[in-house]
């Protein structure tokens, strides 16, 4: 729990992805974050957390995953942006760009 907030409370934009091995939509999610990480670089980090392995982050009360997939987008401790569900890649494009301008 430590280290990943860590990661969160940083400058640089991170983008979470809350997932799970048996989850379909999730299995769809991965490529689009991919072709997003393709496409932005070194503009946002993008980081996956198997909700199965990490109970006590999906339960925590300020995140309130619950459910698979679950994208959250944090800068500076801040959550700026959060969305369930497979989210199309220009979307995502879009969020953080919109957030970096």
């Known amino acids: 729990m430590d280290s990943f ?3 969160i409370n940083g400058k ?3 983008l979470i992805d809350f997932f799970a091995t048996w989850c379909g939509p ?3 999610l991965a490529p689009i974050l991919k072709d997003v990480k393709d496409t932005l670089g070194d503009e946002i980090k993008i ?3 198997d909700v199965d392995k990490n109970q ?3 339960g925590n009360p300020r995140f309130q995953v619950k459910g698979v997939p679950t994208l959250m987008l ?3 401790g801040k959550m700026l942006w959060r969305q369930s ?4 890649k220009e979307e995502i494009i879009r969020t953080i760009k919109n957030f970096k301008d």
């Open 5 to 7: 907030n860590t990661l």
């Open 12 to 14: 640089e934009m991170i």
């Open 26 to 28: 999730c299995q769809m």
């Open 47 to 49: 980081f996956k957390v």
């Open 56 to 58: 006590v982050l999906m």
């Open 74 to 76: 944090f800068q500076n």
């Open 85 to 88: 569900g497979v989210v199309p």
